[in-house]
């Protein structure tokens, strides 16, 4: 992955475009009465029975009921350039309640109508413990044994039985890849302040601990992006922690609903069908949604790390190993704050990623932007150009740095040939 990541880059910056060229056009939204450019799916105002917004902003605008439940949904939009390149874009809108939420997914199922819905969990709106599991096809051979220990994990985490827990679980109809939502029921936060005081040390947990002993693994890295799921450490299976999906907890979070599919070339592709694999919790088909806290299923709410770890020693030592609650990394609440997203922590801090270096502090001063991407890069794990997150963010760091020395040619494609050397053979 490393190498195809590395031959993109070189594509796209040793094109010989400007670097300006390349700037991401700047973000646009009209009214839903103003979009000239739409195909496929384009955007629709009015489409089952709800009444659609073009941004959240709108959707904010229109100040939902405070018992609404906000939904999301794809659609294709054709961008206003020479290429008419395609986009997929989310509207918004919101059912009155969890129940008309359901009627609406559950009866269009029924009638054989495909629906590609999200569920929205804002910031402010009450949720469940929810996963996102995600892997390659040889991955669902062993889905069985991730739920189980997940369920074995969530339940020494929470300090709960596991007769106490019973998962909801959808999975996707497809047969080329695995993909399943689970959720909990009986552990509820009241917010996504809430859910962050604990999902830091949860994630990094399920990256660190054996689940077989609830012990630290201390040799634990995730597995390599292989067509065949093979674990190269020499271990015989993947692990839980190779299948869990760290970003699918943001302040404004869609997560799809029972019985949606993904939009596809302008299509809702019917084996993307999010299809219930168990009995929903006490039979209310209401515990297949992440916003539906019910207080009487509740077994947990609102846990704080000081009480998880009061009687945890190797709980304890896990919060420890989360870096930014470290002294040196103030963040409002331990989760972020200063403007960071909750998703960009969880990619940030990866077990997985840990160096043991000689050298804690690196010296920047005195040295130009470029001497200090090249020394910086130097300092950072070469597996992370295998992680699409890392990747992702470099990409953006490098073009930044090239835009900045776009009148020195030498410079721009010094800043170039270290991301590039950095990223080309990544090593464990």
């Known amino acids: 992955m490393a190498d ?32 000239p450019h739409l195909v496929g799916r384009g955007f629709q105002c009015h489409e089952d029975g709800l009444v659609f917004f073009p941004t959240k902003e709108e959707l904010l605008q229109a100040k939902p009921p ?6 999301g949904s794809s659609y294709l939009r054709k961008l206003p350039n020479k290429k008419g390149e395609l986009v997929t874009t989310q509207k918004y809108s919101y059912f ?29 709106h009450p949720r469940v413990l929810y996963f ?16 189980s220990s997940l369920q074995h994990l969530v339940s020494w985490f929470f300090s709960v039985d596991d007769d106490q827990l019973e998962p909801v679980v959808l ?15 009986q552990i509820q936060f009241s917010n996504y302040e809430r859910q962050c005081e604990v999902l830091p040390t949860l994630l990094n947990a399920i990256h660190l601990l054996d689940t077989k002993t609830m012990q630290i693994d201390h040799t634990a890295s995730g597995l390599p992006d292989t067509a065949d799921g093979a674990d ?79 009687h945890n020693s190797v709980l304890e030592e896990i919060r ?15 989760h972020g704050g200063a403007g960071i997203p909750m998703a960009d922590i969880n990619s ?49 760091s490098c073009y930044t740095l090239m835009h900045r020395y776009e009148s020195d040619p030498e410079t721009r494609q010094r800043v170039l040939d270290a991301f590039l050397d950095w990223s080309k053979v990544p090593t464990q």
């Not at 070189?10 to 103003?34: D, I, M, N, T, Y």
């Not at 015989?236 to 997560?255: A, G, I």
């Not at 420890?320 to 331990?334: A, E, H, N, Q």
Request: proline fraction near 6%; aromatic fraction near 14%; include cysteine.
């Open 132 to 147: 996102d599991l995600d892997g390659k096809k040889p991955m669902k051979k062993h889905g069985n044994r991730f739920l």
């Open 320 to 334: 420890r190993m989360t870096i930014w609650r470290g002294p040196g990394l103030r963040f409002k609440g331990g």
């Open 348 to 396: 940030l801090y990866v077990p997985e990623f840990r160096q043991h270096l000689i050298r804690s502090t690196i010296d920047f001063r005195g040295l130009s932007y470029a001497d200090q991407w090249s020394l910086g890069l130097r300092s950072i794990n070469t597996m992370r150009a295998s992680h699409f997150w890392s990747w992702f963010r470099l990409c953006g």
């Open 171 to 185: 999975a996707s109809a497809n047969p080329d890849k695995f993909s399943v939502h689970v959720m909990y029921p």
């Open 96 to 124: 009155p309640s969890h129940a008309s939420f359901w009627d609406h997914v559950y009866s269009r199922h029924k009638m054989g109508y495909l629906t590609g819905l999200y569920e929205v969990a804002a910031e402010h």
């Open 232 to 310: 190269t450490r020499g271990a015989s299976q993947p692990e839980l922690r190779d299948v869990v999906d760290r970003h699918p907890y943001m302040k404004f979070q869609l997560f799809r609903a029972p019985y949606a599919c993904k939009l596809k070339g302008g299509e809702y592709k019917k084996e993307t069908t999010l299809l219930p694999q168990t009995d929903f919790y006490m039979h209310d088909n209401l515990t297949g949604f992440i916003t539906y806290v019910c207080p009487d299923f509740a077994a947990v709410t609102d846990p704080t790390m000081d009480q998880l770890t009061q």
């Open 66 to 71: 405070g018992s609404a439940v906000w939904v």
């Open 4 to 35: 195809r990541i590395h031959d993109v880059m070189r594509r796209v910056f040793s094109s010989g475009l400007p670097v300006g060229a390349l700037r991401a056009r700047p973000s646009w939204h009209r009214s839903a009465s103003s979009f």
